[in-house]
């Protein structure tokens, strides 16, 4: 389950806004979140960051700027989308 987050605010440094993220889903939800998805050029920003230990960041083509989703992947989630070639026992 994922809990959607959208800031467009230049303002401030994308890792604040995932934070921002990571404190309304352990409110809302009661547990830390294990992975956050975003646009790759924000995945890009937060690949060398340290504060976010024990979160995998994945950016994928189909998430737009300045969007994230911070929760726990399912496992047919984290094998990647069904439609690239090879995934899931897509023929390529």
């Given at each position: 389950m994922?809990?959607?987050?959208?800031d467009?605010d230049?303002?401030?440094?994308?890792?604040?806004?995932v934070?921002?993220?990571?404190?309304?889903?352990?409110?809302?939800?009661?547990?830390?979140?294990?992975a956050?998805?975003?646009?790759?050029e924000?995945?890009?920003?937060?690949?060398?960051d340290p504060?976010?230990?024990?979160?995998?960041?994945?950016?994928?083509?189909?998430?737009?700027?300045f969007?994230?989703?911070?929760?726990?992947e399912?496992a047919?989630?984290?094998?990647?989308?069904i439609d690239?070639?090879?995934?899931?026992?897509?023929?390529a």
């Amino acid at each position: 389950m994922f809990l959607g987050w959208y800031d467009p605010d230049k303002k401030f440094p994308t890792v604040s806004k995932v934070r921002e993220a990571v404190a309304r889903y352990t409110e809302k939800f009661g547990a830390q979140p294990k992975a956050c998805l975003t646009s790759v050029e924000d995945a890009a920003e937060l690949a060398d960051d340290p504060t976010l230990t024990g979160m995998s960041v994945r950016g994928v083509n189909y998430i737009p700027r300045f969007t994230y989703y911070v929760g726990v992947e399912d496992a047919i989630m984290a094998a990647g989308p069904i439609d690239e070639p090879g995934a899931l026992g897509v023929a390529a």
